[in-house]
T-cell receptor, first 113, second 111 residues
Framework: NAGVTQTPKFQVLKTGQSMTLQCAQD?????MYWYRQDPGMGLRLIYY???????DKGEVPNGYNVSRLNKREFSLRLESAAPSQTSVYFC????????????FGPGTRLTVL | SQQGEEDPQALSIQEGENATMNCSYK?????LQWYRQNSGRGLVHLIL?????REKHSGRLRVTLDTSKKSSSLLITASRAADTASYFC???????????FGKGTRLSVIA
């Protein structure tokens, strides 16, 4: 039981490049989330998926897109990376409603030059 | 937009002492949760307290909730060096919206 896994662990991009961050959970959870964490800013929600087939914007969705590929997988895409997107990205999942405890992945450290 | 605000931002104590962190929030909640984050790792859920509960314990952790003051506190008793981490509160609001995390308290426990 791996929990929440994220790939890659580290990534360096040049401005304007695109990439997809992958997230998968093996706990049969309904809800999944993408956060970014910047120094002094805490966790900010980018997008979330309350259940398979649905996605919604969070606090900071601009510059990102998501896909809930199936119940297990929730990917985050940067179409044209900008230096302001340099951050640590965390994926999380929750068992059912949006109010239950969340389980976090180990994070992806992204640098955009 | 941040709902929970932790206080203090940073806390440094000696091993064996108790550590208290506070969280204040603005709107009515369904529940409030505390998470720990070790350096370079993802967050780990510690404890959930519902809006109709006033106190909850888990091992060396004690959480209180005062809905009239819109505040919660996390007490770690007999702290250890391994408790060094950032601690976040997260609020689940009454509507159908996701958790909102605060900015966290950085706790350093010195051996």
């Amino acid at each position: 039981n791996a929990g929440v896994t994220q790939t890659p662990k580290f990534q360096v991009l040049k401005t304007g490049q695109s990439m997809t961050l992958q997230c998968a959970q093996d706990m049969n959870h309904n809800s999944m989330y993408w956060y970014r964490q910047d120094p002094g800013m805490g966790l900010r929600l980018i997008y979330y998926s309350a259940s398979e087939g649905t996605t919604d914007k969070g606090e900071v969705p601009n510059g990102y897109n998501v896909s809930r590929l199936n119940k297990r997988e929730f990917s985050l895409r940067l179409e044209s990376a900008a230096p302001s997107q340099t951050s640590v990205y965390f994926c999380a999942s929750g068992r059912d409603t949006l109010k239950v405890e969340q389980f976090f992945g180990p994070g992806t450290r992204l640098t955009v030059l | 937009s941040q709902q929970g605000e932790e206080d203090p931002q940073a806390l440094s104590i000696q091993e064996g002492e108790n550590a208290t962190m506070n969280c204040s929030y603005k709107t009515s909640i369904n529940n409030l949760q505390w998470y720990r984050q070790n350096s370079g790792r993802g967050l780990v859920h510690l404890i959930l307290i519902r809006s109709n509960e006033r106190e909850k314990h888990s091992g060396r952790l004690r959480v209180t909730l005062d809905t009239s003051k819109k505040s919660s506190s996390l007490l770690i008793t007999a702290s250890r060096a391994a408790d060094t981490a950032s601690y976040f509160c997260a609020t689940a609001n009454s509507g159908n919206t996701p958790l909102v995390f605060g900015k966290g308290t950085r706790l350093s426990v010195i051996a």
